[in-house]
């Protein structure tokens, strides 16, 4: 793999299949997925073994024993891509709401850049329009009190979709990094901030899943609330 995409799973049945073929359809050289399922019960992780039978080179699949957490699933995965070789790592979610056209976009600002993050809020970004006021104030508002606490100058501080280059990960001291729910991406902004890579925001327009369900709730919330201010303590 030249280009590793780390894609954590949880019940994604309906959407894996259509994410593996579309990332493929795109033409880039060297593109590998390594798909890391925390024990579905919709059968996510018998439709990855598929996939990999349907695409042995280009697909990796790691079975974990139940939900243990994003942050920790991207860990694994990102220490597997760099023992593979892959010059540039992805973090992506598997729902379509971050637009795999746009990875080859990503990829190529690693020239000039050390990471690559697809914002929702830089000019041409932006969120489902079927999202309604409360679910906008939540994103919008949750992003802004993570880089008020943390200082982190990235404008969307929460995103889950970045490129990184496989120094920085190799530079990184990725056992420090703690945080286990979606706030893993605060904390990945952090780190890279206070090394000093440069970062460049890619717009894209985040869009609500077609198929399955949200794994966000009130518990992610509340932990994301609090881990921020150990995040800075931490670092």
């Not at 139940?66 to 973090?91: C, N, P, Q, T, W």
């Not at 598997?94 to 080859?104: G, I, L, Q, R, T």
């Not at 369900?213 to 932990?223: A, H, L, Q, V």
């Amino acid at each position: 793999m030249k280009t590793a995409i780390v894609m954590p799973t949880y019940n994604e049945a309906e959407n894996l299949p259509l994410m593996a073929n579309q990332l493929f359809s795109l033409g880039v050289e060297g593109l590998g997925l390594i798909i890391v399922d925390d024990n579905s019960p919709d059968g996510t992780g018998q439709i990855a073994d598929s996939l990999a039978q349907q695409y042995p080179h280009q697909i990796k699949v790691v079975h974990r024993p139940g939900k243990m957490g994003v942050g920790s699933a991207y860990i694994h995965a990102f220490r597997m891509a760099l023992d593979m070789g892959a010059d540039y790592i992805f973090e992506m979610d598997a729902d379509f709401s971050h637009p795999p056209e746009v990875v080859p976009t990503m990829i190529a600002m690693m020239k000039d850049y050390y990471v690559a993050v697809g914002s929702r809020y830089v000019d041409g970004g932006g969120v489902d329009p079927k999202w309604g006021l409360w679910r906008k104030f939540l994103s919008w508002g949750g992003n802004v009190y993570a880089r008020w606490v943390t200082g982190v100058r990235v404008k969307d501080a929460t995103a889950g979709f970045k490129c990184f280059r496989r120094l920085v990960l190799e530079e990184l001291d990725l056992a420090k990094v703690e945080s286990g729910g979606y706030v893993f991406q605060v904390e990945m902004a952090y780190a890279c901030q206070k090394r000093g890579y440069r970062v460049v925001e890619v717009p894209i327009t985040f869009i609500e899943r077609a198929r399955g369900r949200s794994k966000m709730s009130w518990g992610i919330i509340w932990e994301a609330a609090w881990r921020v201010w150990q995040i800075k303590r931490r670092y």
